[in-house]
């Protein structure tokens, strides 16, 4: 029988020990914690992604199936593509949020788990303590009274217990909830990043799908030899037009330089390979030939072998002076090393620089794709020294100057 109320009156004893936990129980370490908003943020990102995409279905719609308007609609199914991209990665940062929230909740779980542990541990002890030292009970306080005034202030002495007591089991209660909620929070997270993941698998499809639409467009552009001539033809004219634009902005560029007082000289070469892939397609003056067909004197150098996710980095340090689409080079990038000396980066998925970064040597600039008239993934690179094009690899030009070696040409294996 006393040993029930020792335990009471050791669990008033514990009381204040419990309430020191609770207050220190939202002290966890600080580190960029995740929270619901970061969630719905991304959420907002992802229905505008949703509009955006809806117009660009609308547009696609308005245009004819046939070979006049292919060109239009590749560009399209590129658009929808990098929309079709961006989905994938609001998604991927979901659900990494949600991975995150998700381990926060579980690390609060354990926290108050071993918190009741602890404060049952504690408990235990005092019990046993007590029964060991076989002082204290509510009986023998109340039948050792030797007068009436003594016995009041001994109850009040039992009833100041009874509320410590009465605190104890609140504060269990509201540990008992605190887990309770964590649980359930957790459940709910851990179902809400399942139903972004099943998500994230049909959008990966539904990309699938339109690259292999995007990749029968061009096919079908490139199947009629006029149609692939008239093509070709046209990508040399924007070509010529892009070079153009290039050579002015590399000037404006020069001359805001020199306007700082800084130097704008660099000497050609060094470049390092844009790509991890050594395996090339089409030499710069060789034949290019998307479709098979067609030739033409191809102003870069195509490395394939390079998929749809590949990082491109730049060949060389620079100054970004283009960062844009196009419908012939689909998202491409120029970088500007100096006067008369610029890298150019063609047909990616996913341009990662804007226009007026400085880049280092090997920093990610975009990533791989067949955007604009691309019959596949791969890189078409284009590299001009004091404003002539030339050939990177190392045939055209002295190894030791940084030209790229180790490569293998498409055919010979
Ligand atoms: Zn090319």
Redesign the pocket.
């Known amino acids: 029988m006393g040993h029930i109320k020792n335990k009471r009156f050791c669990r008033a004893v514990l009381s204040l020990v419990l309430a020191a936990l609770m207050l220190t129980a939202d002290l966890t370490p600080a580190m960029a914690r995740v929270t619901q908003a970061d969630i719905d943020a991304l959420k907002g990102d992802a229905a505008s992604l949703k509009d955006q995409r809806k117009e660009l279905e609308a547009e696609l719609k308005s245009l004819a199936d046939d070979k006049s308007t292919a060109v239009q609609r590749k560009n399209i199914l590129d658009q929808q593509i990098a929309n079709t991209a961006s989905q994938i990665e609001n998604v991927e940062a979901q659900i990494a949020n949600y991975d995150q929230l998700i381990a926060q909740k579980e690390a609060e779980l354990a926290q108050a788990e071993e918190e009741e542990a602890a404060q049952y541990a504690l408990f235990c002890r005092r019990v046993r303590a007590m029964e060991e030292q076989g002082t204290i009970s509510y009986w023998s306080v109340l039948f050792k009274a030797d007068s009436l005034t003594d016995l009041l202030s001994r109850m009040d002495f039992v009833n100041e217990i009874m509320e410590a007591d009465q605190r104890v089991i609140d504060s269990l209660k509201v540990l008992q909830t605190r887990i309770e909620a964590a649980k359930e929070s957790l459940e709910e997270s851990r179902a809400e990043s399942e139903a972004a993941k099943s998500e994230l698998e049909s959008k990966k499809k539904e990309l699938d799908a339109q690259r292999a639409e995007a990749n029968r467009v061009i096919q079908q552009i490139m199947a009629a030899e006029d149609e692939a001539e008239a093509t070709l033809e046209q990508m040399n004219k924007d070509a010529d037009a892009i070079q153009k634009e290039i050579d002015r902005l590399n000037r404006e560029l020069a001359a805001q330089l020199a306007a700082e007082g800084k130097s704008n000289q660099s000497n050609p070469g060094g470049y390092i390979w844009p790509v991890d892939s050594r395996y090339i397609t089409?030499t710069v003056g060789g034949r290019?030939s998307p479709g098979g067909i067609g030739s033409t004197n191809?102003?870069?150098?195509?490395i394939g072998r390079v998929g749809y996710t590949s990082p491109i980095y730049a060949a060389k340090a620079g100054t970004v002076i283009v960062s844009q689409s196009h419908s012939s080079y689909g998202q491409y990038v120029v970088i500007s090393h100096g006067s008369g000396n610029t890298t150019l980066y063609?047909?990616m998925s996913t341009r990662k620089i804007n226009v007026g970064q400085y880049v280092n040597q090997g920093d990610v600039i975009g990533i791989t794709g067949s955007t604009g008239v691309s019959t596949g993934p791969?890189l078409?690179f284009e590299v001009v020294e004091n404003g002539r094009r030339v050939n990177p690899l190392s045939h055209g030009a002295d190894p030791k100057m940084g030209y790229l070696t180790g490569y293998t040409l498409s055919g010979t294996a």
């Open positions: 089409s290019q191809h102003r870069g150098t195509d063609a047909h791969h078409h």
